[in-house]
């Protein structure tokens, strides 16, 4: 029975595969759907029931029905999504619509989900903010939904901008607020929500290597409270953060850095406050995004150029500790956990 779910990048990818463990322990990840493009993004639903995929190099969405039983693969829908390369859904609370941002555009759009539980095509566009720069290109990189209060994020890496829209119950347009705007050169990509504090979240920024600490409230005004580099003290070369996650107790972030290829960690003090811990080698090439394990002792780093997945104990107050299991997934991208 798989466990788990991940996608890649074409040509080596081929397609959406499910992660299971043999009878000596071991994690095999094998082909349970061949989809053209690249499913980058996966997003499981409905209890685990339906998996949503993104397909980036194709500018589609697809939604498969997962077998009960065996945890089987069935197309339910795949649509164009009218943007150019989707990466990153957020679902509503009521899981009646997804939003898709898309990088290639700036574009996020949004999908009906019908009765069952499938995405259908998108019928409604917000456009990219106007920039004081209006050359610069916009790069829709992440939508995501508060989890308590009727507001929506997104954030937008090439016009250096942190997005906020109110959503109104009466009303199926989002309106949007006056957002953030962030140093040029920022490139905002990758943010989270404190777990028990609203007002708070962390903010990875691709091009500057940066964590940025913000304030919101509940009329959706940010603040920017304290920016810190993801990289150690005098690191010199290149390097792009990539993905960001916030440990189940609120007490410590992750971020990922490509070429650099390392996990910086920072411990979270009881205001919220991030402070540099230290960082650890991701064992690869290229870590794009990782996830925590259900039972929040591990965490499952994609190493899209080594064409695997690498496990960490992330369990206490030392850095993440490679457990040694080394997972063949060609192009890896994402992974999300039944």
């Keep these: 029975m798989p466990f788990a779910y991940a996608g890649g990048y074409a040509p080596q990818c081929g397609g959406i595969h499910a992660l299971s463990r043999a009878a000596d322990g071991r994690v095999h990840a094998r082909l349970a759907a061949s989809v053209p493009g690249s499913p980058t993004w996966l997003h499981l639903a409905d209890g685990g029931r339906r998996l949503h995929a993104l397909l980036e190099d194709g500018n589609e969405l697809a ?36 939003w898709i941002a ?7 759009r949004r999908a009906a989900i019908d009765a069952q539980g499938a995405l259908q095509p998108t019928d409604h566009v917000l456009m990219p903010r106007p920039g004081a720069d209006d050359a610069a290109q916009a790069h829709a990189h992440m939508v995501r939904r ?49 777990p028990r504090e609203d ?93 925590v394990s259900p039972d929040g002792r591990e965490l499952w780093v994609c190493l899209q150029r080594s064409h695997q997945i690498c496990v960490f104990d992330i369990d206490g107050a030392a850095l993440p500790r490679f457990d040694g299991r080394f997972i063949a997934m060609p192009g890896a991208a994402c992974v999300v956990f039944r």
């Excluded at 498969?64 to 609370?93: I, Q």
């Excluded at 898309?102 to 996020?108: I, N, P, R, S, V």
């Excluded at 997005?163 to 990758?190: K, M």
């Excluded at 940066?210 to 290149?238: K, V």
């Design 199 to 291: 007002g708070q979240l962390y903010l990875l920024n691709e091009q500057a290597n940066a964590l940025d600490w913000l304030g919101l409230n509940e009329s959706g005004h940010l603040t920017h409270r304290l920016r810190l580099s993801s990289l150690p003290t005098g690191f010199e070369g290149l390097s792009y953060a990539s993905d960001l996650l916030i440990a189940p107790d609120g007490r410590r972030l992750f971020a990922l850095n490509r070429l650099h290829d390392a996990i910086a960690v920072f411990d979270l003090d009881e205001s919220g406050r991030p402070s540099w811990h230290g960082e650890t080698w991701a064992q690869g090439s290229y870590p794009r995004s990782a996830s």
């Design 102 to 108: 898309h990088y290639g555009d700036g574009t996020l």
């Design 63 to 98: 939604t498969f029905d997962v077998g009960v039983t065996d945890g089987a693969l069935t197309l339910l829908s795949r649509h164009a999504t009218g943007g150019a390369l989707p990466v990153h859904l957020a679902v509503d609370a009521q899981a009646r619509h997804a």
């Design 146 to 194: 508060h989890q308590r209060w009727p507001l929506m994020l997104g954030s937008d890496l090439g016009r250096d901008v942190l997005r906020v829209w109110r959503l109104e119950a009466s009303s199926q347009d989002p309106v949007e607020l006056t957002g953030l705007s962030l140093p040029s050169g920022s490139g905002p990509r990758h943010f989270v929500f404190h």
